[in-house]
């Protein structure tokens, strides 16, 4: 017998010795098998390997009871199936982020990044502090599927280009991979936005078959060998401040769990979140460094005109998703408030500290 196994037994026994009513129901012995597919290739850094560390920890921390095994981009569905393949049970759990599901559910978008919106630490804080979460969960309700924080970029990377950005000017016409609301942003700038699963971007940028292409940050894009296959790199990454990653479950298979196992991999979920993002912020340093210092990558800020003119626009696409319908508005009322909010306060710590340290 477990050591686990044998102190559960214990405990009850003595429960029942004190005359209270040992639990109708003991799963201690029943191993449960979960697939979780991604939307990221096999063991990417940090994106694939966080999916691959919370089906670790749910295994590690339910003692073996629950046991996730875990399927990259293509290996069990195509990445942007993932959300399909939760919601009718072909895999009991998935890896991405919202706004891949944008095709079918328009609002998602909301709790994976919006252009100009809210970083990391903000975004967090609305999800888990003020009502994010309850919105994310009404809207994926319909589906059978119950969305998780798991994981952040941070503040990303404007992206590769292999033609420079000198001007408003020089987006008209740009082929340029970007998903989600930045990707309309784009469009509106005269672009042309495409959206690719990231294991295709270097064969397109390198091709010609696309002029630029954002991924994530220094290290991501680093590990994609991005650097070879354009002439510059871009920031910030206006369109994608500190985007939420997800860890997706399917409702029917998260309700059969006793009630220990429910939290047990909700709180998996919360630790991965956390681990993502700090090990994005660790590792983006020495991946700058290693590219600007030993690549020689050309590095370069977009220009103030052409922020502005992105930020504009973004107002616009974002209005106009949170008109298309009353969830979107929903979504949007609380996101904007936070945001203000959030504002107002980073303005007077966060922000003024980075200015005067
Ligand atoms: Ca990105």
Redesign the pocket.
């Known amino acids: 017998m477990k050591r686990r196994d044998f102190i559960k037994t214990a405990s009850l026994g003595s429960l029942t010795a004190s005359g209270i009513a040992a639990p109708a129901v003991v799963h201690a012995g029943k191993k449960i098998k979960w697939k979780m597919v991604t939307t990221w290739p096999k063991n990417f850094p940090v994106l694939g390997t966080g999916a691959n560390q919370l089906a670790k920890l749910i295994t590690e921390m339910t003692d073996g009871r629950i046991k996730v095994k875990v399927y990259g981009a293509g290996e069990l569905v195509p990445a942007f199936e993932v959300f399909d393949a939760v919601s009718r049970g072909t895999a009991q759990m998935g890896h991405g982020s919202a706004y891949y599901w944008k095709g079918k559910i328009e609002e998602a978008q909301f709790f994976s990044t919006v252009p100009f919106g809210m970083n990391s630490q903000e975004m967090t804080s609305w999800l888990y502090h003020g009502g994010g979460m309850e919105l994310w969960e009404q809207t994926y309700m319909p589906f059978g599927v119950i969305p998780a924080a798991a994981g952040n ?1 941070t503040v ?1 990377m404007a ?1 590769w280009f292999n033609k420079q950005i000198n001007s408003v000017d020089d987006l008209k016409g740009l082929k340029m991979r ?3 609301l ?1 990707g309309e942003v784009l469009k509106r700038a005269g672009g042309t936005p495409v959206n690719l699963p990231g294991g295709e971007l270097f064969t397109s940028l390198k091709t010609g078959a696309i002029d630029a292409t ?3 940050g220094p290290y991501n894009d680093l590990a994609f060998g991005l650097h070879k296959a354009a002439k510059y790199y871009y920031y910030p ?1 206006w ?2 401040p500190g ?1 939420t990653l997800e860890a997706i479950i399917n409702r029917e298979a998260f309700e059969k769990l006793p009630k220990d196992l429910q939290v047990i991999v909700k709180n998996a979920c919360k630790v991965v979140n956390q681990d993502m993002s700090t090990e994005f912020t660790a590792k983006n340093n020495s991946a700058l460094e290693t590219l600007i210092n030993k690549h020689h990558v050309d590095l370069r800020r977009l220009p103030d005109d052409v922020l502005a003119k992105l930020k504009g626009l973004s107002e616009e696409v974002v209005l106009e998703l949170a008109n298309k319908n009353p969830a979107a508005k929903k979504i949007y009322q609380s996101y904007d408030k936070f945001r203000r909010q959030v504002t107002a306060w980073h303005d007077i710590s966060e922000k003024i500290y980075f200015d005067v340290r």
Request: charged content about 15%; proline content about 7%; overall charge negative.
């Open positions: 970029t990303q992206g970007i998903p989600g930045g954002e991924w994530v990454g369109h994608e985007t």
